[in-house]
């Protein structure tokens, strides 16, 4: 399992070539197209406990993706190709960061992020000072 930080730095991995590289510096999107990993899945991530707690999962890569600005992630044909999962926090904004990722990947799935999981955690809900207001078309 391949683990990538927030800046898109690879953090941890097995089975793979290392690289590190951050997708705000100049080049990076070009040095993430040169990768062509054979993993098979790849789960992003909002939150770094998400993160950190995914358990090592055979032929998968990991990105911790924290936050808006994944949009990045697409184009990259690899990526593409591969079966895509996010997981994010089930509250606006969590819904809102989806739905920007599915604008350049929309065949990624999202986990943990339906009616079952958000109903049978209702002791934690809580309410969101500044949520995200708009439409989620994907």
Known sequence: MVYVNRAGCVTRCLGFVEKHFHFEQRGA??????????????FITENESNYLCLPELANT?????SSYGLQAIGGIEWV???EVFYWGDIDTH???ILNELRASLPEV??????????????????????????LLPR
């Open 94 to 96: 969590g819904f809102a």
């Open 29 to 42: 999107h070009a040095t993430a197209c040169s990768l062509n990993p054979q993993h098979f899945h790849i």
């Open 80 to 82: 593409e190709q591969r």
């Open 61 to 65: 890569i990991a990105i911790f993706g």
């Open 109 to 134: 799935k999202s986990l943990l992020m339906d009616s079952d999981a958000l109903l049978a955690h209702e002791s934690f809900w809580v309410s969101e000072s500044k949520p995200a207001n708009r």
